[in-house]
T-cell receptor, first 113, second 117 residues
Framework: GQQVMQIPQYQHVQEGEDFTTYCNSS?????IQWYKQRPGGHPVFLIQ?????EVKKQKRLTFQFGEAKKNSSLHITATQTTDVGTYFC?????????????FGDGTTLTVKP | DTGVSQDPRHKITKRGQNVTFRCDPI?????LYWYRQTLGQGPEFLTY????????KSRLLSDRFSAERPKGSFSTLEIQRTEQGDSAMYLC???????????????FGEGSRLTVL
Protein backbone atom coordinates (compact mmCIF):
# COMPACT_ATOMS: atom_id res chain seq x y z
CA GLY A 1 0.00 0.00 0.00
CA GLN A 2 0.87 3.65 -0.10
CA GLN A 3 3.63 4.77 2.25
CA VAL A 4 4.62 8.30 3.23
CA MET A 5 8.01 8.89 4.79
CA GLN A 6 9.36 12.00 6.45
CA ILE A 7 12.88 13.04 7.32
CA PRO A 8 14.36 13.96 9.64
CA GLN A 9 12.46 12.43 12.54
CA TYR A 10 13.75 15.10 14.94
CA GLN A 11 15.33 18.51 14.44
CA HIS A 12 16.75 20.74 17.13
CA VAL A 13 17.53 24.31 16.14
CA GLN A 14 18.56 27.55 17.76
CA GLU A 15 15.94 30.26 17.55
CA GLY A 16 16.47 32.21 14.37
CA GLU A 17 17.87 29.27 12.39
CA ASP A 18 16.04 27.83 9.41
CA PHE A 19 14.32 24.44 9.38
CA THR A 20 13.33 22.08 6.58
CA THR A 21 11.41 18.81 6.63
CA TYR A 22 11.02 16.48 3.67
CA CYS A 23 8.18 14.18 2.72
CA ASN A 24 8.32 11.32 0.20
CA SER A 25 5.52 9.11 -1.03
CA SER A 26 5.89 5.63 -2.51
CA UNK A 27 3.14 6.46 -5.01
CA UNK A 28 2.06 9.49 -7.00
CA UNK A 29 -0.22 11.78 -5.04
CA UNK A 30 -3.22 13.78 -6.18
CA UNK A 31 -2.53 16.31 -3.44
CA ILE A 32 -0.53 16.78 -0.27
CA GLN A 33 -1.38 18.46 3.00
CA TRP A 34 0.74 19.67 5.89
CA TYR A 35 -0.34 19.67 9.52
CA LYS A 36 1.17 20.90 12.76
CA GLN A 37 0.64 19.16 16.08
CA ARG A 38 1.69 20.92 19.26
CA PRO A 39 2.72 18.78 22.25
CA GLY A 40 -0.46 17.37 23.80
CA GLY A 41 -2.57 18.71 20.97
CA HIS A 42 -4.21 17.44 17.83
CA PRO A 43 -3.10 17.89 14.21
CA VAL A 44 -4.03 21.28 12.79
CA PHE A 45 -4.32 21.77 9.04
CA LEU A 46 -1.80 24.21 7.57
CA ILE A 47 -2.02 24.00 3.80
CA GLN A 48 -2.85 21.85 0.77
CA UNK A 49 -0.82 21.63 -2.45
CA UNK A 50 -2.38 20.20 -5.58
CA UNK A 51 -0.38 21.15 -8.67
CA UNK A 52 2.91 19.68 -9.81
CA UNK A 53 5.75 21.99 -8.80
CA GLU A 54 3.46 24.18 -6.72
CA VAL A 55 4.98 26.53 -4.16
CA LYS A 56 2.96 28.27 -1.46
CA LYS A 57 4.01 30.61 1.29
CA GLN A 58 2.50 31.42 4.66
CA LYS A 59 4.56 34.14 6.31
CA ARG A 60 7.82 32.38 7.28
CA LEU A 61 6.66 28.96 5.99
CA THR A 62 7.29 27.82 2.41
CA PHE A 63 5.70 24.65 1.06
CA GLN A 64 6.71 22.88 -2.15
CA PHE A 65 5.18 20.01 -4.10
CA GLY A 66 7.53 18.07 -6.34
CA GLU A 67 7.25 17.93 -10.11
CA ALA A 68 6.48 14.22 -10.00
CA LYS A 69 3.92 14.76 -7.21
CA LYS A 70 5.71 12.22 -5.02
CA ASN A 71 7.55 14.52 -2.67
CA SER A 72 7.13 17.74 -0.76
CA SER A 73 8.98 19.97 1.63
CA LEU A 74 8.24 22.50 4.34
CA HIS A 75 10.78 25.21 5.06
CA ILE A 76 10.58 27.59 8.01
CA THR A 77 12.73 30.70 7.89
CA ALA A 78 14.09 32.17 11.13
CA THR A 79 12.41 29.78 13.52
CA GLN A 80 10.66 31.05 16.63
CA THR A 81 9.76 29.22 19.83
CA THR A 82 6.14 29.21 18.69
CA ASP A 83 7.15 26.92 15.81
CA VAL A 84 7.75 24.04 18.23
CA GLY A 85 5.74 20.94 17.41
CA THR A 86 5.51 17.98 15.09
CA TYR A 87 4.93 18.63 11.41
CA PHE A 88 3.12 15.94 9.42
CA CYS A 89 2.60 15.61 5.73
CA UNK A 90 -0.33 13.61 4.38
CA UNK A 91 -1.40 12.72 0.89
CA UNK A 92 -4.24 11.24 -1.08
CA UNK A 93 -3.19 8.75 -3.72
CA UNK A 94 -3.47 9.87 -7.31
CA UNK A 95 -5.40 6.87 -8.53
CA UNK A 96 -8.23 6.92 -6.01
CA UNK A 97 -11.46 8.77 -5.60
CA UNK A 98 -9.90 11.33 -3.26
CA UNK A 99 -10.32 8.95 -0.35
CA UNK A 100 -8.18 8.50 2.70
CA UNK A 101 -5.17 10.62 3.51
CA UNK A 102 -2.02 8.70 4.45
CA PHE A 103 0.18 10.42 7.01
CA GLY A 104 3.90 10.33 7.53
CA ASP A 105 5.31 9.88 11.01
CA GLY A 106 6.24 13.54 11.27
CA THR A 107 9.25 15.67 12.06
CA THR A 108 9.44 16.97 15.60
CA LEU A 109 10.94 20.43 15.85
CA THR A 110 12.39 21.85 19.04
CA VAL A 111 13.63 25.42 19.18
CA LYS A 112 16.15 26.60 21.73
CA PRO A 113 15.66 30.27 22.68
CA ASP B 1 -17.77 26.28 19.04
CA THR B 2 -18.21 24.91 15.52
CA GLY B 3 -15.18 22.61 15.44
CA VAL B 4 -15.04 18.83 15.58
CA SER B 5 -15.96 17.52 19.00
CA GLN B 6 -15.20 14.11 20.47
CA ASP B 7 -16.48 12.36 23.55
CA PRO B 8 -15.20 11.11 25.91
CA ARG B 9 -11.80 12.77 25.98
CA HIS B 10 -10.37 10.00 28.12
CA LYS B 11 -11.43 6.41 28.66
CA ILE B 12 -9.79 3.84 30.91
CA THR B 13 -11.10 0.33 30.61
CA LYS B 14 -10.18 -3.21 31.45
CA ARG B 15 -9.13 -5.68 28.83
CA GLY B 16 -12.12 -7.44 27.33
CA GLN B 17 -14.57 -4.58 27.82
CA ASN B 18 -16.31 -2.75 24.98
CA VAL B 19 -15.87 0.99 24.46
CA THR B 20 -17.62 3.50 22.24
CA PHE B 21 -16.43 6.90 21.09
CA ARG B 22 -18.57 9.62 19.58
CA CYS B 23 -17.62 12.29 17.06
CA ASP B 24 -19.59 15.35 15.98
CA PRO B 25 -18.09 16.84 12.81
CA ILE B 26 -18.21 20.39 11.54
CA UNK B 27 -21.81 20.82 10.43
CA UNK B 28 -21.20 21.62 6.76
CA UNK B 29 -18.68 18.77 6.31
CA UNK B 30 -20.05 15.60 4.78
CA UNK B 31 -16.88 13.53 5.10
CA LEU B 32 -15.89 12.04 8.43
CA TYR B 33 -12.72 10.11 9.22
CA TRP B 34 -11.44 8.03 12.09
CA TYR B 35 -7.72 7.80 12.73
CA ARG B 36 -5.66 6.25 15.50
CA GLN B 37 -2.42 7.75 16.79
CA THR B 38 0.18 6.31 19.12
CA LEU B 39 3.15 8.12 20.62
CA GLY B 40 5.75 9.12 18.08
CA GLN B 41 3.65 8.05 15.11
CA GLY B 42 1.51 9.82 12.58
CA PRO B 43 -2.25 9.32 12.48
CA GLU B 44 -3.14 5.87 11.13
CA PHE B 45 -6.24 5.66 8.94
CA LEU B 46 -9.10 3.50 10.23
CA THR B 47 -12.17 4.35 8.17
CA TYR B 48 -14.11 7.17 6.54
CA UNK B 49 -17.65 8.11 5.61
CA UNK B 50 -19.20 10.23 2.90
CA UNK B 51 -22.49 11.23 4.46
CA UNK B 52 -23.85 7.98 5.95
CA UNK B 53 -21.96 5.66 3.58
CA UNK B 54 -18.79 4.01 4.87
CA UNK B 55 -16.55 4.23 1.80
CA UNK B 56 -13.33 2.69 3.05
CA LYS B 57 -12.08 0.69 5.98
CA SER B 58 -8.45 -0.11 6.71
CA ARG B 59 -7.53 -3.69 5.87
CA LEU B 60 -5.43 -3.71 9.01
CA LEU B 61 -8.48 -3.03 11.13
CA SER B 62 -9.64 -5.89 13.30
CA ASP B 63 -13.25 -7.09 13.13
CA ARG B 64 -13.53 -5.90 16.72
CA PHE B 65 -13.71 -2.33 15.39
CA SER B 66 -16.92 -1.00 13.93
CA ALA B 67 -18.00 2.51 12.99
CA GLU B 68 -21.35 3.98 12.11
CA ARG B 69 -22.72 7.27 10.90
CA PRO B 70 -26.42 6.52 10.77
CA LYS B 71 -27.83 9.88 9.71
CA GLY B 72 -24.79 11.36 8.08
CA SER B 73 -24.10 13.63 11.02
CA PHE B 74 -22.36 12.29 14.13
CA SER B 75 -20.41 9.04 14.12
CA THR B 76 -19.57 6.36 16.66
CA LEU B 77 -16.55 4.08 16.80
CA GLU B 78 -16.96 0.92 18.87
CA ILE B 79 -14.18 -1.38 19.95
CA GLN B 80 -15.30 -4.77 21.24
CA ARG B 81 -13.27 -7.00 23.56
CA THR B 82 -10.55 -4.39 23.98
CA GLU B 83 -6.92 -5.44 24.11
CA GLN B 84 -3.92 -3.62 25.56
CA GLY B 85 -2.70 -2.97 22.03
CA ASP B 86 -5.81 -0.86 21.41
CA SER B 87 -4.47 1.82 23.77
CA ALA B 88 -4.06 4.94 21.66
CA MET B 89 -5.52 8.32 20.83
CA TYR B 90 -8.55 7.96 18.57
CA LEU B 91 -8.89 11.00 16.35
CA CYS B 92 -11.93 12.04 14.38
CA UNK B 93 -11.68 14.46 11.49
CA UNK B 94 -14.09 15.95 9.00
CA UNK B 95 -13.78 17.58 5.61
CA UNK B 96 -15.77 18.89 2.67
CA UNK B 97 -16.62 16.58 -0.22
CA UNK B 98 -14.15 15.90 -3.03
CA UNK B 99 -16.18 18.02 -5.44
CA UNK B 100 -14.93 21.09 -3.61
CA UNK B 101 -11.30 20.09 -4.18
CA UNK B 102 -10.81 20.34 -0.45
CA UNK B 103 -11.56 16.80 0.68
CA UNK B 104 -7.96 16.42 1.81
CA UNK B 105 -8.20 19.32 4.24
CA UNK B 106 -8.93 17.46 7.44
CA UNK B 107 -10.08 19.24 10.57
CA PHE B 108 -9.38 17.13 13.63
CA GLY B 109 -11.07 16.94 16.98
CA GLU B 110 -9.06 16.85 20.18
CA GLY B 111 -9.24 13.07 20.29
CA SER B 112 -10.37 10.37 22.67
CA ARG B 113 -7.53 8.77 24.59
CA LEU B 114 -8.07 5.10 25.34
CA THR B 115 -6.12 3.22 28.00
CA VAL B 116 -6.71 -0.51 28.25
CA LEU B 117 -5.48 -2.07 31.49
Amino acid sequence: GQQVMQIPQYQHVQEGEDFTTYCNSSTTLSNIQWYKQRPGGHPVFLIQLVKSGEVKKQKRLTFQFGEAKKNSSLHITATQTTDVGTYFCAGQAGNTNAGKSTFGDGTTLTVKP
Amino acid sequence: DTGVSQDPRHKITKRGQNVTFRCDPISEHNRLYWYRQTLGQGPEFLTYFQNEAQLEKSRLLSDRFSAERPKGSFSTLEIQRTEQGDSAMYLCASSLSRWTGRAGELFFGEGSRLTVL
